[in-house]
């Protein structure tokens, strides 16, 4: 899910919007890779990545005059960490972090999105998260399948291992989700991920996509695939593309205090509204929108992340320097962020 990285690198690389004449590109490029630095789980380490990034933008900052222009006002990176540039897994040190100095002037492309959040600065491109889009290809059975399943979630409750106490991950949401509605017939609701996940999340009418460690989640895009109902429980969540995706028609919403409320809330929902996202969640189009595709299709992700990035040009000629000006601070920032990589 962090693997958007390395997609759009290799998207780009071979996309028409490519120039190798950098006097003709409107945007700058940098492929850094910095979830590919792996714990022993195969889960991103952000811990490195603010001295990965510094040392790449240290790079093409000696060796090419661009950055230097702009100090990477038309730099955009993929930045997909659990709370994007601020480079840590916990909220709480990730705020205290803040976005890594050297990328203030950066475009972030991150799959972190929260509104009024010190980890997402004006002008980021929230995206979904990488799903595999040929092993959800494999799975898919026929749409006219019944969907028996009212509730369905498989993930965790509790991360005893970093959170020993409870109450932190996931601010406490997805263990309310458990203790309220683990003995609930209507919810399907487990820690274990059987091999039939993306079958029955095809069998269910609402599949819950709370926040985990940070707001977004891969459900998001598993749900829309598989035409269930997302139900999105992350306060103030920004979600990806929301001009290609009507989120607040073919989702819902509910606050993480209301968690305890679920079922009223979801038996609440008249049949035709069910319906009617239903069919909104049945277009192509939309499904296209979340997926990172190889090869690329019309429509796909990168090319939402195209849009995106087209819709912030021009660039305005103040974003230009004047020789030997400099605004960005190279030594701010934790000392431990300042070691060469």
Not at 108 to 131: E, M, W
């Amino acid at each position: 899910m962090f693997a958007a990285e390395i997609f759009m690198h290799r998207f780009l690389l071979s996309s028409p919007v490519r120039t190798l004449n950098p006097d003709e590109a409107d945007w700058f490029y940098t492929p850094v890779y910095t979830t590919c630095d792996l714990t022993t789980n195969g889960l991103p380490l952000p811990f490195k990545s603010p001295r990965m990034m510094r040392s790449a933008i240290q790079l093409i900052s000696s060796n090419w005059p661009y950055w230097n222009k702009t100090e990477g006002a038309d730099h955009f990176f993929v930045v997909p960490h659990d709370f994007g540039a601020c480079f840590h897994y916990q909220e709480e040190k990730a705020i205290e972090r803040g976005i890594l100095p050297l990328l203030q002037r950066a475009t972030l492309v991150q799959t972190f999105g929260q509104r009024n959040h010190v980890c997402l600065k004006d002008g980021s491109i929230t995206i979904p998260p990488y799903a595999p889009p040929q092993k959800m290809q494999t799975h898919l059975i026929p749409e006219k399948t019944p969907r028996s399943i009212f509730v369905y979630f498989r993930g965790l409750f509790y991360d005893v291992g970093n959170d020993p106490e409870g109450g932190y991950y996931a601010r406490g949401a997805r263990a309310a989700v458990w203790e309220n509605f683990k003995d609930n017939p209507l919810f399907d609701i487990s820690t274990e991920h059987p091999a039939t996940y993306y079958e029955d999340m095809q069998r269910a009418v609402f599949c819950l996509c709370p926040l985990g460690w940070a707001p977004w989640s891969p459900r998001l895009v598993e749900a829309v695939i598989f035409g269930c109902i997302p139900v999105i429980i992350a306060d103030d969540i920004v979600l990806p593309f929301a001009d290609a995706i009507p989120w607040e028609d073919i989702g819902v919403y509910v606050d993480e205090e209301d968690v305890p409320n679920l079922d009223t809330i979801l038996t609440s929902i008249p049949p035709e509204v069910i319906l009617r996202k239903q069919r909104l969640l049945a277009n192509p189009s939309m499904k296209q929108a979340m997926l990172f595709p190889q090869p690329a299709q019309p429509g796909d992700a990168f090319h939402q992340v195209l849009n995106g990035l087209a819709r912030k040009l021009p660039h305005d000629r103040s974003v230009y320097l004047k020789p030997g000006e400099k605004i960005l601070n190279w030594t701010a920032g934790p000392v431990g962020d300042l070691k060469p990589w």
